[in-house]
């Protein structure tokens, strides 16, 4: 480890003295200009155009593939969603509302959807209110320093770190070969009682250490003198996380909440890694639904101005309810004095 | 008297958290150590010695793992099969260049919002930011696909990774207030000295949020890397190594297992390599703080 640090270290100082060097070049550059008379004073005006030309060439890129990967693709789904496909011709063509009338209709009559949003909605409870708390837990134990919080917080984050394909076919070939020394030839994944669960505990399984950076982070700001103030008050732990820990970092766990609605319309399982498009249909949420029908042996291009309009439709009544909720829980939020 | 009870409630606290982490770690590392067991053995020796070390360490595994994991791919000049070697390719150059892309795009607009407020059009494109944070614009995955097709970048790695330098994300409002926490007398002595614009952002004000922008590249880096779908649904010529994994394992799902296991761990070790290197930069150093704006 005090390797690393060491290698960092010189990294650091390497970077610095690269950067004293250039910086130092263009100061002498400046000076020979001066010395010789061919630097003028910089009126404020000049100043604010050269700061302007400055932002413009900084930002043009950005913006142009803001407005090329985002603003168009944005663009499109609305257009798209009001499209027919001429199977003949093989274009889209023509203005009309059935695809988002079908999208309703869907989503309120058929069956098969009670379905999809009973699954989604299950595992954005799941995530919302035992996943989030108890990552905020495991982050305010590394908070804490308990010891091995070093090694906790390395093994942790890594189900962040290893590919997820890696972790699905390390579970099923565990599955397929140590499962059956404790379970006989019971398969849990292929069995529709218990896969559900199943697929849910694995993703659970991987997820508690999903909000260690961002927790950690936000943790590691609180005020020492606050934690002090609490230790004269007598406050045990569980006091320190609900009266200091959780109002400071308030902001940083109102961030996911404001975005519940559009959660809970797209939570998902590992579905495709584990299945590809042949995942059972008990088991399909609404984001598998959607993806199946783009991507895969199940897709069809006839079906591409509906996943528009789907897409639209998650928008239109995700957006008001985040502003809403954000608004809400600024409004009931605890204030950090 | 309550300072006894309040050591007491420290203990169970702290006896408690250690049993059921170290339960949740070994939950986690006893699947992996028993992949990287079992990517040493031949498939008898797995069936018959499911836990037991190898009879036989067969490291040549790891070696035909490079070669045998591939992907069929069509391309016009007729199909080809991509093996793992490529798949790395692939993956540093879309993870390694893509991810320097859109970090380094997010980190210079976020400067020039934090240090050029004054300007009308700044506060309005950081609103845009926060704005597009909470309410979500549908990006239909068919408009994406039909969009790229239309401008050329559609299975095209290189393209798509020239594009993706947009600004949006959460990881703009941590460079915000990495920049935000930088004093700019720092940038009005540099303006004395003479220097521009351009050498205060990158000799003077760059250098000093370099932890920052390391962690969000490594965190962009992380996930980039183990991203399948991006080669699933935007650039399938272009596999990337967990794409590989996964349709491999699609298309041969009754093939060698210890071999598919050797691919993991090849897959997983170069990233948790840059894991352990940097960890420390990465977990406790960042803060996103709310949405306010």
New interface residues.
């Given amino acids: 480890m005090k390797d690393i640090e060491r290698n960092n270290g010189i990294f650091h100082n390497i970077g610095a003295k690269i950067s004293d060097f250039f910086y130092a070049i263009s100061v002498g550059i400046h000076l020979r200009r001066v010395k010789n008379g061919k630097v003028k004073h910089k009126s404020i005006s000049s100043q604010s155009k050269r700061e302007v030309l400055f932002i413009c060439i900084m930002m043009a890129y950005p913006i142009l593939c803001f407005i090329l990967n985002y603003v168009f693709v944005v663009g499109d789904s609305f257009l798209l969603a009001f499209q027919k496909y001429d199977n003949l011709n093989q274009r889209y063509y023509g203005f009309t509302f059935n695809n988002i009338g079908k999208v309703f209709k869907d989503l309120f009559t058929e069956p098969n959807f009670g379905g999809y949003l009973k699954n989604s909605g299950i595992l954005w409870l799941i995530s919302t209110f035992i996943n989030m708390p108890l990552s905020i837990l495991i982050s305010f134990c590394i908070y804490k320093k308990i010891p091995f919080s070093g090694f906790f917080k390395t093994v942790l984050f890594l189900p962040q770190i290893i590919p997820g394909m890696v972790w699905v076919l390390i579970y099923k070939y565990s599955v397929d070969y140590a499962w059956p020394i404790f379970f006989g030839d019971f398969n849990f994944l292929m069995n529709p009682k218990y896969d559900f669960l199943t697929l849910v505990l694995f993703q659970q399984w991987l997820s508690f250490g999903g909000g260690l950076i961002i927790y950690t982070g936000a943790m590691g700001r609180i005020d020492p003198s606050l934690v002090e103030v609490g230790k004269l008050e007598g406050f045990n732990v569980w006091q320190e996380l609900w009266y200091l820990v959780l109002p400071t970092i308030y902001g940083t766990i109102s961030v996911p909440l404001t975005t519940c609605l559009t959660a809970l319309l797209t939570a998902s399982l590992p579905l495709f890694m584990f299945f590809g498009e042949y995942a059972r249909e008990g088991l399909h949420t609404i984001s598998y639904y959607l993806f199946t029908i783009v991507i895969g042996n199940n897709s069809s291009k006839e079906l591409f101005p509906y996943s528009a309009a789907f897409c639209i439709v998650i928008s239109l009544l995700a957006s008001p309810v985040a502003l809403m909720t954000k608004a809400f829980l600024e409004k009931v939020g605890p204030s950090e004095d | 008297m309550?300072?006894n009870?309040?050591r007491e409630?420290?203990t169970v606290?702290?006896a408690v958290?250690?049993t059921v982490?170290?339960i949740?770690?070994l939950?986690?590392?006893v699947?992996?150590l028993?992949?990287v067991n079992?990517a040493l053995k031949n498939s008898l020796d797995?069936?018959e010695n499911?836990?037991g070390l190898p009879t036989k360490i067969k490291p040549e595994n790891f070696l035909q793992a490079f070669t045998k994991i591939s992907v069929p791919i069509n391309t016009v000049s007729g199909s080809r099969s991509v093996n793992l070697i490529e798949m790395f390719y692939n993956t540093i150059f879309y993870a390694g260049v893509g991810t320097l892309v859109v970090e380094f795009?997010?980190c210079?607009?976020a400067?020039?919002v934090a240090k050029?407020r004054k300007?009308k059009?700044?506060r309005i494109f950081h609103s845009i930011v926060i704005v597009l944070?909470?309410?979500?614009?549908?990006?239909?995955?068919?408009?994406?696909?039909?969009?790229f097709t239309k401008?050329g970048v559609y299975n095209n790695m290189y393209g798509l990774v020239l594009?993706?330098?947009?600004?949006?994300g959460?990881h703009f409002l941590y460079f915000y207030a990495a920049f935000k926490s930088i004093s700019w007398e720092y940038a009005e002595a540099?303006f004395m000295?003479?220097?521009?614009?351009?050498?205060v952002?990158?000799?003077?004000m760059l250098?000093q949020i370099?932890a920052t922008f390391l962690a969000l590249y490594l965190?962009t880096f992380?996930s980039a890397?183990?991203d399948?779908s991006s080669s699933?649904?935007l650039m399938p010529n272009y596999p990337v190594?967990?794409?590989g994994?996964?349709k491999y394992?699609?298309l041969n799902a009754a093939s060698s297992?210890p071999l598919?296991?050797a691919g993991?761990v090849l897959?997983?070790l170069p990233?948790?390599i840059l894991?352990?290197?940097f960890?420390d930069?990465?977990?406790?150093?960042?803060?996103?703080?709310?949405?306010?704006g």
């Fill in positions: 309550v300072n009870k309040v409630n420290r606290f702290v958290s250690v982490l170290t949740y770690s939950l986690l590392i699947p992996l028993w992949a079992s797995l069936y499911v836990f795009s997010r210079v607009c400067y020039c050029y300007y059009a700044m944070l909470v309410v979500q614009l549908p990006v239909a995955l068919a408009s994406q696909i039909r969009w401008i594009i993706s330098g947009t600004f949006t959460a540099a000295d003479g220097a521009s614009n351009f050498a952002f990158f000799y003077i250098p370099k965190l992380i890397w183990n399948y699933l649904t190594v967990a794409y994994l996964y394992n699609s297992v598919q296991l993991c897959i997983a990233i948790l894991f352990l290197i960890k930069k990465l977990i406790g150093n960042l803060n996103i703080g709310g949405l306010k």
